[in-house]
Nanobody
Framework: QVQLVESGGGLVQAGGSLRLSCAASARTFSRYAMGWFRQAPGKEREFVAA????????YYADSVKGRFTISRNNAKNTMYLQMNSLKPEDTAVYYC????????????????????WGQGTQVTVSS
């Protein structure tokens, strides 16, 4: 069982930055591919970014490409999402998620692929 805990959300003005963290309890964190998803009020949850367990492969939704950066520190069992140039449309609850894989450079943007989810952290961007 893997427990995921997000932190770092908050209120920020448009154009500002936030860094989200996702701390994992897994003893073998380095064998879990990870991802960030978000859900805005009244909308479906959507993919934001993904990273392989090696950290060498990343993938972004078009809406955040060039503004957000996903990374991980396997020694600290933690994944990050650096969010720059934030827009009001980035307002959502952000969730981190994980799934185990033997392939070091594998990741997924498919929500159904993920087995473990955090509780979410609210990000609000004011205009």
């Amino acid at each position: 069982q893997v427990q995921l805990v997000e932190s770092g959300g908050g209120l920020v003005q448009a154009g500002g930055s936030l860094r989200l963290s996702c701390a994992a309890s897994a003893r073998t964190f380095s064998r879990y591919a990870m991802g960030w998803f978000r859900q805005a009020p009244g909308k479906e949850r959507e993919f934001v970014a993904a990273i392989s367990w090696s950290g060498r492969s990343t993938y972004y939704a078009d809406s955040v490409k060039g503004r957000f950066t996903i990374s991980r520190n396997n020694a600290k069992n933690t994944m990050y999402l650096q969010m720059n140039s934030l827009k009001p449309e980035d307002t959502a609850v952000y969730y981190c998620a994980a799934f185990a894989t033997p392939v070091p450079n594998f990741y997924s943007h498919y929500e159904g692929r993920y087995d473990y989810w955090g509780q979410g952290t609210q990000v609000t961007v004011s205009s």
